[in-house]
C-alpha cells in the first residue's frame, strides 16, 4: 500500500532564506508526483507536476526534483518571501492518488 | 488557470438535514474527484468518477453519495446530515495528469 511521508511537518524560517521541503513515497512504481500549496481554509493549488519519467521541473522560484529509485522528491524555495507561507503537499499518482499530510510552511518577515 | 466551482462555500446545519455540494467544472475534463479534509490532516478520496454515469467510492468510507449526469457536474450528497459529517470537502477535477481543485465546502454539523 503506497504511503507518502513529508518532512518536517512544520517548518519556520526567515525571509529570503532557501528551503527545501521533502517528500518520501513507499512504492516507486507511480505515474507522476504533483506539489500544492493550500491557504488556511482554500482549495489546493497545482504547483508543479512531475512525470515519472523526469527528474524535475521548474516554475519561477520553485523547482521540484524526482527520484523515483529512492522514493523521494524535494521541493526548493528561493529566496522565501512572506507570501510563501501556507501548506505545501505532496500527492503520488499510481493507480490512485495519495497525498501527504503536508508541511505547514511559515516565512517570518 | 482552471475553471471549477464549489458552492456553498460555507455551511452550517442542523443534524438529519439533508445537503447537496455543488462541483462544477468548465474544462471538459473527465475524471472528477471528491475529497474529504479534516483541519491539519491529509486529504482523503471518498469518490471519483471517470466519466458520466461512471461513480466509484474511494478509500475512505462515507455515507455521502454523488451523481454524475453532466460533464461538467459532480454533486456530493449527505441524506442526513452527522456532526460526524463536520469537515471540508474538496472536489478536483483532471484530464490526463494534473489535478485541479475547486475552493472547496467547509461543512458544520450542529
Known amino acids: 500500500k503506497q504511503e507518502v511521508t513529508q518532512i518536517p511537518a512544520a517548518l519556520s524560517v526567515p525571509e529570503g532564506e532557501n528551503l527545501v521541503l521533502n517528500c518520501s513515497f513507499t512504492?516507486?512504481?507511480?505515474?507522476?508526483l504533483q506539489w500544492f500549496r493550500q491557504d488556511p481554509g482554500k482549495g489546493l493549488t497545482s504547483l508543479l507536476l512531475i512525470q515519472s519519467s523526469q527528474r524535475e521541473q521548474t516554475s519561477g522560484r520553485l523547482n521540484a526534483s524526482l527520484d523515483k529509485s529512492s522514493g523521494r522528491s524535494t521541493l526548493y524555495i528561493a529566496a522565501s518571501q512572506p507570501g510563501d507561507s501556507a501548506t505545501y503537499l505532496c500527492?503520488?499518482?499510481?493507480?490512485?492518488?495519495?497525498f501527504g499530510k503536508g508541511t505547514r510552511l511559515h516565512i517570518l518577515p | 488557470e482552471a475553471d471549477i466551482y464549489q458552492t456553498p462555500r460555507y455551511l452550517v446545519i442542523g443534524t438529519g438535514k439533508k445537503i447537496t455540494l455543488e462541483c462544477s467544472q468548465t474544462?471538459?475534463?473527465?475524471?472528477m474527484y471528491w475529497y474529504q479534509q479534516d483541519p491539519g490532516m491529509e486529504l482523503h478520496l471518498i469518490h471519483y468518477s471517470y466519466g458520466v454515469n461512471s461513480t466509484e467510492k474511494g478509500d475512505l468510507s462515507s455515507e455521502s453519495t454523488v451523481s454524475r449526469i453532466r460533464t461538467e457536474h459532480f454533486p456530493l450528497t449527505l441524506e442526513s446530515a452527522r456532526p460526524s459529517h463536520t469537515s471540508q470537502y474538496l472536489c478536483?477535477?483532471?484530464?490526463?495528469?494534473?489535478?485541479?481543485f475547486g475552493p472547496g465546502t467547509r461543512l458544520t454539523v450542529t
Open positions: 474544462m471538459g475534463h473527465d475524471k
Open positions: 500527492a503520488v499518482r499510481d493507480d490512485k492518488i495519495i
Open positions: 478536483a477535477s483532471s484530464e490526463a495528469y494534473e489535478q485541479y
Open positions: 512504492d516507486s512504481a507511480i505515474y507522476n
